[in-house]
């Protein structure tokens, strides 16, 4: 693992779309494995989902024509390498950048151009509200899998059943983000409180036919 420890482990990576706030790929890659050598196989994972979503005429006209025309992350994703991957890739980047003090760009033309230009958006008003959509977004979505869910500490054996159970717990929080465009409650409490004003009508209706005046107007 990163701090040295030798015990078997795995981190999760998921993509997040910006507008819906629905969850398009999750990865598990080893524990030991930094953000930033994990970041494309994540987008690799998301370009094939949303290529398989495209394939429906419906789902299609939905779709941006560039759905993954612009990455969004935090500061663990940032390095040379992976901004100069994107800019080649044609994909802007707004990722956040650590403090690492002064650079020097000898012979880093590539990357001098690639950091600064991230930079650049990364300080304008553009680039600032993308980041507070990801704060929100995505760690609302950690919060459903890990805290809600409990699966901080999953413990299978194998890789596979691990994602098994990360993609079942995946489903059901993009089946709450549809059912919350559909009838305004997401969640089983949520439903819970919209059966509860349900059933208090019906219990008023009812109750109000069984007074004396609601007898004598349903038999008139």
């Avoid at 419906?58 to 993954?68: F, G, I, Q, Y």
């Avoid at 760690?139 to 899998?145: D, W």
Wanted: hydrophobic share 35%; with cysteine.
């Amino acid at each position: 693992m990163k701090d040295g420890r030798t015990h078997m482990a795995h981190k999760v990576e998921h993509a997040v779309e910006m507008d819906t706030q629905a969850i398009v790929a999750v990865t598990l890659p080893s524990a030991d494995e930094g953000d930033t050598e994990s970041l494309p196989w994540t987008r690799l994972q998301t370009e094939l989902n949303l290529e398989n979503v495209s394939q429906d005429p419906e789902a299609k006209k939905r779709l941006h024509d560039n759905p993954s025309s612009e990455v969004v992350a935090d500061k663990g994703y940032h390095s040379n390498e992976v901004l100069v991957n994107l800019s080649a890739s044609g994909i802007r980047s707004c990722i956040s950048e650590p403090d690492r003090g002064r650079r020097r760009w000898k012979s880093k033309t590539d990357a001098r151009q690639a950091v600064y230009a991230n930079r650049r958006r990364i300080r304008g008003n553009r680039g600032q509200a993308l980041r507070r959509k990801r704060g929100e977004f995505l760690e609302r979505a950690f919060a459903h899998l890990f805290e809600t869910g409990g699966r901080r500490r999953l413990f299978l054996r194998g890789r596979q059943n691990i994602l098994k159970r990360l993609l079942i717990h995946v489903c059901g929080f993009n089946l709450g983000l549809l059912m919350r465009k559909l009838v305004g409650s997401g969640t089983p409490r949520g439903l819970k409180g919209v059966f509860f004003l349900i059933g208090s009508f019906l219990r008023r209706i009812w109750s109000r036919f069984q007074t004396p005046l609601g007898r004598l107007r349903l038999n008139s």
